[in-house]
Nanobody, 114 residues
Framework: QVRLVESGGGLVQPGGSLRLSCAATGIIFSVYTMGWYRQAPGKQRELVAQITSRSMTKYADSVQGRFTISRDNAKNTVYLQMNSLKPEDTAVYYC????????WGQGTQVTVSS
């Protein structure tokens, strides 16, 4: 059974930082492309950042230079370091594992507000 479990969300002031983690079980983690997506109220889910099995990364224009995705294959975990957070970053953040099939975590809420 595949499980992706996100953690690290919460409430942070504008300009602050958060680090999200996603621990995966039930897959050969190292061969999967891992991604972080987010969905704000009333909006479609969008790709935030992605890292391939070879650690090539891709970012949404809106987070380029502020967010960093990384992976630790020994721990079956992918991270999203979020700096200089803005109110528009408020959303539920979802972890995704992609190879032939897509797997999703349950999501973690990130709220950026003063």
């Amino acid at each position: 059974q595949v499980r992706l479990v996100e953690s690290g969300g919460g409430l942070v002031q504008p300009g602050g930082s958060l680090r999200l983690s996603c621990a995966a079980t039930g897959i050969i983690f190292s061969v999967y492309t891992m991604g972080w997506y987010r969905q704000a109220p009333g909006k479609q889910r969008e790709l935030v950042a992605q890292i391939t099995s070879r650690s090539m990364t891709k970012y949404a224009d809106s987070v380029q230079g502020r967010f960093t995705i990384s992976r630790d294959n020994a721990k079956n975990t992918v991270y999203l370091q979020m700096n200089s957070l803005k109110p528009e970053d408020t959303a539920v953040y979802y972890c995704n594992a992609n190879r032939v099939a897509d797997y999703w975590g349950q999501g973690t809420q990130v709220t950026v507000s003063s």
